[in-house]
């Protein structure tokens, strides 16, 4: 990188909470000191936009400051000044307890601390600048501590396959049975309300005991050999998006949410609320078809919240 952006600062000694925030807030944007007062950040929008913000407190509070665009000098390495390896490197070592010390008593316990990782791990990523092996070798280990904590705690969930996603026509798929296991979960829960608001209003859906018992007429999902389950690095609910072209902001938002609650990844700000709701009527609701109801009006919620927020889409 030829070019970096500057923030020369210099804050009266008596504004001490101008001080702490401003250093807060450079430290979590990942600037790099060259000096007191004086900080850089890769000639990224991203990181011109945090340091006008810090600029434009700074100067409210009586300060000086000035953002400029300079040239690395001949001889200089400010890359170097961005090296994550130290804070990946902790984090990794950290998975790799954990997984260590993973089994089928702790493993509810665990899915917290996986998330906290996780949680952690975006923080530096955000701040990780031009990307690194070390970032891909963190975020493969999370990766495989997600998936072990999901093979235990849910060990009927579909094994992922490598494939490519036909795209279907919704028309064919009208007045069908559909099946999947009983006591749905979030992935099962949120195709069911996929199928009942966007393919066939009319559906019938058939909660299996045996999925290997699905009857050849009834089109399964989120199973081993279902007509659609988990493809590569999607869940069965983005997998449907992506076969019938529903790939609006709002549907992808919560795929994005359900994709979290399913198969762990980056968390959106409201899994947490979902999660303990769906969990609240997955316990307190024996039957299938009720509890089913009751999640579509979660996800019919979220869906007009997400579309309210600059997203439509017209029903087929």
Request: charged letters at 25%; aromatic letters at 8%; glycine letters at 6%.
């Amino acid at each position: 990188m030829k070019y970096w952006l500057t923030l020369i600062i210099s804050l009266p000694t008596e504004n001490a909470n101008t001080r702490m925030r401003t250093w807060r807030a450079l430290k979590a944007s990942g600037a790099a000191v060259l000096r007191d007062g004086v900080y850089l950040m890769p000639e990224q929008a991203a990181c011109r936009a945090v340091f006008d913000g810090v600029a434009a407190e700074v100067s409210e509070s009586g300060g000086t400051s000035c953002v400029m665009r300079v040239e690395e000098p001949a001889g200089a390495d400010f890359k170097s000044l961005f090296d994550r390896s130290e804070e990946f490197a902790a984090l990794l070592e950290d998975i790799r307890a954990t997984s260590a010390e993973l089994n089928e008593d702790n493993a509810s316990e665990r899915v917290k601390k996986a998330r906290k990782l996780r949680k952690a791990l975006a923080a530096v990523v955000e701040i990780d600048f031009f990307g690194s092996e070390a970032q891909k070798q963190t975020e493969a280990a999370l990766q495989a501590l997600e998936l072990a904590l999901a093979r235990i705690l849910s060990p009927d969930e579909p094994h992922a396959v490598a494939a490519d996603i036909a795209r279907l026509d919704i028309k064919a798929f009208k007045g069908k049975t559909w099946a999947t296991r009983q006591r749905p979960w979030v992935d099962r829960l949120a195709c069911a309300w996929l199928i009942r608001t966007f393919i066939d209003r009319k559906a019938k859906f058939m909660w299996l005991e045996n999925s290997r018992k699905c009857p050849r007429d009834a089109v399964g999902f989120d199973f081993d050999g279902a007509t659609f389950s988990h493809i590569g690095a999607k869940v069965t609910f983005e997998v449907m998006l992506t076969s019938f072209g529903l790939d609006t902001p709002a549907l992808q938002r919560i795929g994005h949410l359900v994709h979290f609650l399913d198969a762990g990844g980056l968390q959106p700000p409201e899994a947490s609320g979902i999660e303990n709701v769906l969990a609240g009527m997955r316990d307190s609701i024996a039957s299938d078809d009720r509890l089913l109801q009751a999640a579509c009006a979660v996800f019919d919620g979220l869906f007009q919240n997400f579309s309210k927020q600059g997203t439509s889409h017209d029903k087929p």
